[in-house]
């Protein structure tokens, strides 16, 4: 006996879905996949910041030397702990014949809410912790040894190493202590 047109279409395209048990499975390991993949994308983007922010600091660090050279003016670079914040400014605005450098949002760096300034040392200075964190650029770019120290809050650290001459800088994985020869490597 003939099946009629309308039976075979239905019976086969009836058949073509998926069992409940098949979506289940599928759905059981893509949750698996996804429990192994999530923690070690959270561990690469806050890895990530502590050197986001030694990158940027580097940055200003040349834009302050190239400030100074610039308006031939001594520029410093303050951090202020209470707002977590870098800031590249003259030392003292020109006398009143010059024009007044103003500073901008490029002369600014605010930390990752991870990422703290441990110290700062300074060949002339010496150790600095908390206030008073200021690096002195003179009016030809050139800066006196400095190590700034920053740290993570899981305890990794990097230290960012600034020669006085040809506007080197240097980074460092780890606490870079200023009794080393690192300075003048």
């Not at 700062?120 to 650029?137: A, D, E, K, L, P």
């Not at 650290?157 to 606490?175: A, C, N, Q, R, W």
Request: charged fraction near 20%.
């Amino acid at each position: 006996m003939p099946v009629p047109d309308g039976a075979a279409r239905c019976r086969f395209s009836c058949d073509r879905g998926f069992t409940l048990i098949e979506l289940i499975v599928v759905m059981a390991l893509v949750a698996l996949i996804a429990s192994f993949a999530v923690p070690q994308i959270g561990n690469f983007l806050y890895a990530d910041q502590l050197k986001m922010t030694v990158r940027k600091l580097v940055g200003l660090v040349h834009r302050s030397a190239r400030m100074a050279q610039q308006h031939q003016v001594p520029f410093v670079l303050t951090y202020h702990p209470g707002e977590r914040l870098f800031v590249v400014e003259p030392e003292k605005q020109p006398p009143s014949g010059g024009s007044e450098i103003a500073v901008t949002q490029k002369d600014r760096l605010r930390l990752a809410d991870t990422v703290e300034v441990r110290d700062v040392w300074s060949w002339f200075g010496g150790m600095y912790t908390g206030n008073g964190m200021t690096i002195r650029f003179n009016k030809n770019g050139y800066v006196e040894p400095t190590i700034m120290h920053l740290r993570k809050e899981d305890g990794q650290e990097m230290s960012v190493i600034l020669t006085p001459f040809l506007g080197k800088v240097k980074i460092v994985d780890g606490y870079a202590s200023p009794e080393t020869a690192v300075l003048f490597q």
